[in-house]
């Protein structure tokens, strides 16, 4: 059974940084495709980054290299550290691993309980 916890959410005002982790137990990182996802308040949940098992990164448009996602399989855990941030990057941000590379939410199988971004303009 794979499960997800996140941390390092939090409060920060525009232009400021925030690294998110995720803790993931049964081993996803090296058998799945790994990636974090956000759901602001009234929207949709959108795909941010996305690993997969070998590797290979994915970034939604709006990251515009201001986000980098890693991932330590020796320690099973992944990250989104998040730069420039704006204000519309607040949302509570889940990670989340599937089995195919993916900016899709309805494509993961596994979800952590999110961690809340605020960003303060």
């Known amino acids: 059974q794979v499960q997800l916890v996140e941390s390092g959410g939090g409060s920060v005002q525009a232009g400021g940084s925030l690294r998110l982790s995720c803790a993931a137990s049964?081993?996803?990182?090296?058998?799945?495709?790994m990636g974090w996802v956000r759901q602001a308040p009234g929207q949709e949940r959108e795909g941010v980054a996305d690993?997969?098992?070998?590797?290979?990164?994915t970034y939604a448009a709006f990251v515009k290299g201001r986000f980098t996602i890693e991932k330590d399989d020796a320690k099973n855990t992944l990250s989104l550290q998040m730069n420039s941030l704006k204000p519309e990057d607040t949302a509570m941000y889940y990670c989340?691993?599937?089995?195919?590379?993916?900016?899709?939410?309805?494509?993961?199988?596994?979800w952590g309980q999110g961690t809340q971004v605020t960003v303060s303009s």
């Open positions: 989340a691993a599937g089995v195919r590379r993916t900016l899709r939410p309805g494509d993961y199988k596994y």
């Open positions: 049964g081993n996803p990182t090296r058998a799945y495709c």
């Open positions: 690993i997969s098992d070998d590797g290979r990164i």
